[in-house]
């Protein structure tokens, strides 16, 4: 059974810069593609980035392109988050996800592993 642990969450001033890490054990992590979501109070969870399998195809909403890179290390066993220019609407638990795919989705329900979430708190 493969799981998902973050880290790197904490509270930064706007414009500030974080770096969320996703550490997941078992055998079947390079066969997944991975994903970042996050949900802020009383909102629905929202699919931030996501990595194909070999780490070649990324993907992002359109709110943090540009100012958040996802990457993974098939090593180690892990994918990152990158997070620069940070705003306050960047506020939320961020969650690490896995894929029954080696490509990603945009939806949450193509996800069957999830880490237990990390707080991102963007100050103004």
């Known amino acids: 059974q493969v799981q998902l642990v973050e880290s790197g969450g904490g509270l930064v001033q706007a414009g500030g810069s974080l770096r969320l890490s996703c550490a997941a054990s078992?055998?079947?992590?390079?066969?997944?593609?991975m994903g970042w979501f996050r949900q802020a109070p009383g909102k629905e969870r929202e699919f931030v980035a996501g990595?194909?399998?070999?780490?070649?195809?990324?993907y992002y909403t359109d709110s943090v392109k540009g100012r958040f890179t996802i990457s993974r290390d098939n090593i180690k066993n892990e994918v990152y988050l990158q997070m620069n220019s940070l705003k306050p609407e960047d506020t939320a638990i961020y969650y690490c996800?896995?894929?029954?795919?080696?490509?990603?989705?945009?939806?949450?329900?193509?996800?069957?592993?999830w880490g237990q979430g990390t707080q991102v708190t963007v100050s103004s």
């Open positions: 078992g055998r079947t992590f390079t066969r997944r593609a």
């Open positions: 996800a896995g894929d029954r795919s080696v490509q990603p989705s945009y939806t949450s329900a193509s996800y069957d592993l």
């Open positions: 990595i194909d399998w070999s780490g070649v195809n990324r």
